[in-house]
């Protein structure tokens, strides 16, 4: 039940992070995928920048995910992928993948990581625009 | 004794380099590291937080800090 975490600057394999957490103790898999999308605001994006502090990346996201294993004791494996670099429009930034006896409690771990990921995991994304580059949530 | 701390996105650009150096006496606790580093860049007081690492860990104003802490300032996150 170690949970499968990286963070990389290849292309996200949905795939193999679905096949890390299958389980035949697990009815349930659920993941949440985050793509790149065109638009910020209504501000026409190109690509994004991410740009990680891995090893406390790995040290929050290793918390976050034990703090789903308490709030929910029958979750099997958990797999977080997040991708870091220049990204496309479309492209995998990040996939969260759990897997649990039944649905309910998957759709609620996912949530939860995804959410709390988004909140403590050091990463950060600058968007890239026409006319210029931004990095996200920085100022008020 | 000195401290060095890294920096990660908007604060790496504000500051203008990737590690800073700070020169004794270096502040003794995040708190009054915080207050140097917004003294010496004041742009980093317009950010909507600013946290600091020590040791992968995020830290309290009063945590102490040593030479050999991996410290880092933590700009608002914006992962998934």
């Known amino acids: 039940m170690t949970p499968h975490l990286s963070i990389t600057d290849q292309p996200v394999d949905v795939a193999s992070a679905l096949a890390a957490v299958q389980t035949d103790a697990a009815g349930a898999v659920n993941a949440f995928i985050g793509t790149v999308r065109n638009q910020s605001g209504g501000r026409p994006v190109r690509r994004l920048h991410y740009e990680s502090y891995d090893s406390m990346a790995l040290t929050q996201l290793g918390h976050v995910v034990a703090q789903a294993y308490e709030k929910w004791p029958m979750l099997q494996e958990v797999a977080v992928v997040h991708r870091k670099g220049t990204l496309e429009l479309g492209d995998v930034a990040v996939v969260v993948a759990v897997a649990t006896p039944h649905r309910a409690e998957s759709f609620a771990a996912c949530q939860f990581i995804i959410d709390t990921l988004k909140q403590v995991v050091t990463i950060w994304k600058r968007e890239e625009y026409e006319d210029g580059t931004e990095w996200v949530a920085a100022h008020p | ?80």
């Open chain 2, 1 to 80: 004794m000195s401290l060095k701390v890294a920096l990660f996105g908007i604060t790496r650009d504000i500051v203008g380099t990737s590690v800073i150096e700070l020169p004794a006496p270096a502040p003794a606790t995040v708190g009054e590291l915080l207050a140097e580093m917004r003294k010496q860049y004041p742009a980093l007081g317009e950010l909507r937080s600013c946290a600091v690492a020590v040791n992968n860990e995020y830290a309290t104003h009063d945590h102490p800090l040593r030479t050999t802490d991996e410290i880092a300032l933590i700009p608002p996150v914006a992962g998934g």
